[in-house]
RNA sequence: GUGCCUGUAGCUUAGUAGGUUAAAGCGUCGGGUUGUGGCUCCGAAGAUCGAGGGUUCAAGUCCCUUCAGGCACCCCA
């Protein structure tokens, strides 16, 4: 039995190639997080396991992560997200940091999930995080950062929509409107996240079966349908239309107008997860009618890093996985092929191995990527080797070329070649990279 | 974790009602062209038919199990 090639179920091998296409996605990433004047940070892979129970939900860490026990006995698990662990750090140094503190990590998590596309069991993640900023201008930055990092890979707002919700309004509503109780309100909550992939009969027996007699008797379920049917905030019932969250959300989406962000909606079925998330959620959605799901999104968790025992901090973040961003770029045919980090593919023709290899070195001193191949392949071979790699120039190096000390340089895209010195490749592949 | 579908060379697939040496294209490698790729011609390598077990005189083809992938559910922190 021969041992397997695979990677571990869920897990992705990066070859060259695929490692460029990701090395291409944190660079923008990267990018534009530090135009936003965001940090970059990062935490252990592994965690206590108890960073995540503080969330509750139980059924999470035993049944979807790598949780297990080190020989000291302490019970660890591998991150499934970040955001317990930059809690962590922002409650443990809560005194020195500067507010408002702005930080972000691209870390590989791993969650033991069933596959299926677009959803790996480890995958990496752009972490955008913002501390002590309470006010709406918080909720701005992340929505127009989240724009500039779609719109940087060369998307157009036509291709996703930005959703917004708030949960205290949701929550407002479900207990002073309709007079549920927390558990009344979870489950409804719970149903209207999945109201989508149900028929409406289903939905509504359900929501009913979830009713007391008098709630029923008080309408509730209509109620909350025409709640949940508001496609604006202006077709929000009166009742609740005067409510803080309200006027909140109309601010945003003026603010994000003003920005030009105009595929930003309202939606009262927006529910994400919802766990530690406070306030106001966002999500943003491939429009493509191919790829038409949710993509990332992100919102206020106020709450967190006060879990640590420490005063709390206002924060809102959001996180962007690697494979759904894929998934978007390639339905929308922004993918790109990356080039490769090698400028040169230098290679000897004849019996010139030690001039070769001297050309290389003097061309490294100066900058320049070089791969040399000094094998007895036929040039043509060595040619083709080199397009398949996706460098830019082959430098061949013969007889005549260290005569001359003029190394024959092609441009393997064009075709075009001609012989220069080693200075002159230097500029030329300089002029290259530069655009 | 539940249900359904899929699994043949690196890739895409063909394989007749189960019958002897499993086929093709692309790719790879070599050669025609010993200093030049993306064209062309010739040739070669490459598959214990995902794996394990069973039925049968005989299994890629039928049955069971298992692994991997896809879809729906669950979940989506």
Not at 180 to 192: E, Y
Not at 241 to 268: C, Y
Request: some cysteine.
């Amino acid at each position: 039995m021969s041992l397997s090639k695979q990677p571990i179920k869920g897990a992705r091998d990066f070859y060259p190639e695929d490692m460029r296409q990701r090395e291409y996605i944190f660079a923008v990433w990267k990018e534009v997080c530090e135009l936003f004047g965001y940090e970059a940070y990062d935490a252990p892979i592994l965690e206590p396991t108890d960073l995540y129970l503080t969330k509750g939900s139980e059924e999470i860490i035993n049944e979807q992560t790598y949780s297990f026990k080190d020989r000291g006995d302490r019970n660890l698990t591998v991150r499934t997200e970040m955001t317990p662990s930059v809690s962590r750090m922002v409650a443990a140094r809560r005194q020195e940091l500067a507010y408002p503190l702005r930080l972000y990590s691209i870390p590989q998590c791993w969650r033991y999930e069933r596959m299926q596309r677009g959803r790996g069991r480890e995958f990496y993640q752009l972490n955008v995080d913002l501390f002590g900023d309470e006010s709406l201008n918080a909720e701005v930055e992340m929505i127009e950062i989240s724009d500039t990092v779609l719109r940087k890979f060369g998307a157009k707002r036509s291709m996703y929509e930005i959703k917004l919700n708030s949960r205290k309004l949701i929550d407002g509503f479900l207990t002073d409107e309709l007079k549920l109780d927390k558990t009344q309100a979870d489950t409804i909550r719970r149903l209207i996240d999945r109201m989508h992939k149900m028929a409406t009969p289903a939905f509504t027996a359900q929501v009913e079966n979830t009713l007391s007699p008098t709630q029923r008797d008080d309408g509730a379920l209509d109620k909350l349908l025409a709640f949940l049917k508001a496609d604006s905030l202006e077709h929000l019932p009166g009742s609740v239309r005067s409510h803080q969250s309200v006027d909140d959300l109309k601010r945003l989406m003026r603010d994000l107008e003003g920005l030009n962000i105009t595929n930003a909606v309202f939606d009262p079925t927006l529910m994400r997860g919802f766990d530690y998330y406070t306030d106001i959620a966002f999500e943003v959605f491939d429009t493509d009618p191919q790829n038409n799901r949710s993509m990332f999104g992100g919102g206020r968790y106020d709450g967190l890093v006060g879990a640590f025992g420490v005063d709390p901090i206002p924060t809102i973040g959001f996180a962007m996985g690697d494979i759904t961003l894929q998934n978007f770029l390639r339905s929308h045919g922004l993918a790109k092929e990356i080039p490769s980090t090698t400028d040169v593919y230098l290679f000897s023709v004849g019996d010139t191995v030690d001039e070769t290899m001297g050309v290389a070195r003097e061309l490294r001193e100066m900058g320049v990527g070089v791969a040399t191949d000094v094998t007895d392949r036929k040039p043509a071979k060595k040619i083709k080797n080199a397009v398949k790699m996706g460098v830019r120039y082959a430098l061949i190096v013969g007889e005549d070329e260290v005569q001359n000390r003029q190394y024959t340089l092609k441009n393997l895209k064009s075709g075009t070649e001609g012989k220069y010195s080693t200075q002159r490749i230097v500029s030329i592949v300089e002029d290259y990279r530069a655009g």
